[in-house]
């Protein structure tokens, strides 16, 4: 997809502000028990649609994630409830602010600028590796932010320690420091550690739909692990000298 630059990218902002305000009215609706998560969620989308218009480097491959997360819902959504005209919405609008991100025109604006590179001492490799981990990042951020703050029976303080190590260490990946890949590798472990000592696999919220919290959970581990993946081999040579 070429050409339209601009415009792509102000309706991808739009569509991560949208969702940042309507999770935010929702956070004051729902029974107290979700109302941690689905505010944290709008922050999550907030930052999105921030980093997008501010024009950061890491920007296009966050909101990228962050959008395929939304997809992952609605998808979700359909399976539950059916073809219900705001699930189809949530998954479309998610599918075309991710689509409207992608390509080499796109990227030029953000992790594309060569001034952007040269500050961060990336060259192509690195630069690839990086943007897959943000985008992986991107979308198990507000997954682990659904597993840890929903209302659950056991291992609450591991989910919450796994949100604490994925919140910072998504926050170091997108300064370019390497602690962040340590970190995003604790947040999977403490995940794991939640999911085995669990007991509740279900979350009920209003109008039928049902949050797996295992599911929810175990995808959201192996999604930090994909993030911390493509940094394995570099640490590796690292610590070998």
Same mark, same amino acid.
């Given at each position: ?5 601009g415009?792509? =990218?102000a309706?991808?902002?739009a569509?991560?502000a949208?969702y940042?305000f *309507?999770?935010?009215l929702l956070s004051t609706?729902v029974?107290?028990?979700w109302?941690?998560?689905i505010?944290a969620?709008a922050? $999550?989308?907030g ?5 997008? $218009? ?8 966050f909101?990228m994630?962050v959008g395929m997360f939304g997809?992952?819902q ?6 539950q409830?059916?073809?219900?005209p *705001?699930?189809?919405?949530?998954l479309?609008t998610?599918v075309?602010?991710?689509l ?5 025109s796109m ?6 600028r060569l001034e952007?590179r040269e500050?961060f001492?990336?060259?192509e490799?690195?630069t690839?590796r990086?943007?897959?981990s $943000?985008i992986r990042?991107g979308v198990?951020?507000p ?13 609450q303080? *591991?989910a919450?320690?796994a ?5 910072a260490g998504t926050?170091?990946l ?7 890949v ?6 999977a472990v403490a995940t794991f550690?939640?999911?085995?000592v ?6 009920a *919220?209003?109008?039928?739909? =049902?949050?797996?919290l295992?599911?929810v959970?175990?995808l959201?581990m ?7 993946a493509?940094f394995?081999r570099?640490?590796?040579?690292f $610590? =070998?000298g």
């Open positions: 997809m070429k050409g339209f630059t415009e792509r =990218r309706v991808s902002a569509v991560f949208f940042s *309507l999770y935010l609706a029974p107290p028990e109302g941690r998560a505010a969620l922050g $999550v989308y930052l999105a649609f921030f980093a997008l $218009v501010a024009g950061y480097f890491w920007a296009r491959w909101a994630g997809a992952i609605g998808a979700l959504g359909l399976w409830l059916g073809a219900e *705001l699930i189809i919405f949530m479309a998610h075309a602010a991710s409207a991100l992608w390509g080499s990227a030029s604006g953000f992790d594309g952007g500050r001492h990336l060259d490799g690195a690839n990086l943007g897959k $943000v990042a198990s951020l997954m682990i932010v659904l597993y840890a703050l929903a209302p659950k029976d056991g291992g303080a *591991l919450l320690l949100l604490g190590f994925a919140g926050y170091a997108l300064r370019m420091r390497t602690w962040g340590l970190a995003l590798a604790g947040a550690g939640s999911l085995i669990g007991t509740a696999h279900y979350a *919220l209003d109008g039928g739909f =049902r949050l797996d295992f599911a959970g175990t959201a192996v999604l930090l692990i994909a993030a911390v493509p394995v570099p640490l590796a040579r $610590v =070998r």
